[in-house]
């Protein structure tokens, strides 16, 4: 089973909480056990995991990584999302969670984000659930 989801972001780099959409497609799907792969097809985004109980840590996360990788720095790419670029690379395109009992097998504070880095931007990301 796949499905896509589309995101609108409305900032230049956040992150949104996209567990409910990731849980409604896994309730639906009726699978008891396997597992689900939340894949984002974009360069200048990502996809993570971390707490979503306290906003805070969003916050954080998004500005040490404007700390780290600047967006003004002495980059090649011409387009000037360079560090949209780098950011997505160390999140990464894709996250795997395990399925059990037709639930997403998080940890108690976990939340599955989506990472935009050159936002605002209509997105999408593709959902495959596959049985175990």
């Known amino acids: 089973m796949i499905e ?3 995101i609108s972001t409305s900032k ?3 992150l949104v909480d996209i ?3 990731i849980n409604k497609i896994v309730k639906k799907s009726n699978i008891k056990e396997g597992i689900c792969i939340v ?3 974009h360069t200048t985004a990502g996809i993570t995991i971390n707490e979503n109980a306290d906003p805070d840590v969003q916050s954080d996360i998004l500005q040490k990584l404007t700390s780290l990788i600047p967006q003004n720095e002495d980059y090649k790419h011409s387009e000037g999302n360079s560090d949209a670029h780098i950011k997505s690379s160390l999140l990464g395109n894709e996250k795997t969670i395990i399925i ?11 939340g599955i984000y989506f990472f935009e880095g050159d936002g605002p931007r209509q997105r999408e990301i593709i959902i495959k659930i596959i049985k175990g």
């Open 12 to 14: 230049k780099q956040e």
């Open 4 to 6: 896509k989801v589309p």
């Open 100 to 110: 059990k009992n037709n639930n997403l097998l998080l940890g108690t504070w976990q």
């Open 19 to 21: 567990s409910s959409q």
């Open 39 to 41: 894949y984002c097809p």
